[in-house]
């Protein structure tokens, strides 16, 4: 994210002297969203779920949704000194993937290549992911009680489903099992509750329509 600029247009320069106009598309209170935000998060998105390339004004409505909400996280990260993840660990996820999907960085490359894409667009975006999921465990999981009435009701409901998933589990470890479960829903409730609520109480402004 940047802060508020007094211009619609950036000027960003390149290597070789190259100059491109990347206009802002979005100003969500103090911060903005550039058309390059938005056709960076495309590109990595349909890079890691392995799907063609779709920069259509439907898949950038929905990388401009995604990239509000980043924004909201950002700044309550910022505000509440949430710890950020680290570049080594950013490095062991696309060591990862670079092992699971490519088996070596030459594939890797090529493939990023084809999406526009380098190393760096993939490792900050995993350092970014870690953080993010942090984040939301800290700040929501505290909320997110579980009695153990709700536990007792949720196994009544899900026993034959539970027994088939976790075969080899005793009672104690099922309980923890469908505690991790509720434990999740609450948070994401907790979670995208939050983003309403910041949505509703902060001034977002579209400058390309074809966004909202």
Known sequence: ??????????????????VIIDRIA????NSIIKDSDIDRDIRVTDFLNSDALNLSNDARKKAASRLIDQGFIHREILM???PMAGVQEADDQLNKITKERFHNGAAL????RRYGLSEAD?????????TVLRFIDARFRPAAYVSDDEIESYVR????ALRRQYPNKDEAELRDEVRSILAGEKINQLFFAWL???????????YEESLR
Request: aromatic fraction near 12%.
């Open 1 to 18: 994210m940047r802060w508020r600029a007094c211009a619609l247009l950036l000027l960003v320069t390149y290597p070789a002297a190259a």
């Open 26 to 29: 979005i100003v969500v209170g």
């Open 80 to 82: 509440g000194d949430y």
């Open 109 to 112: 490359n090529e493939a990023l």
């Open 122 to 130: 993939l490792r900050s975006h995993f350092q970014w992911q870690l």
């Open 157 to 160: 409901t899900h026993e034959s």
């Open 196 to 206: 309403d609520e910041q949505r509703k109480s902060t001034n977002i402004k579209y």
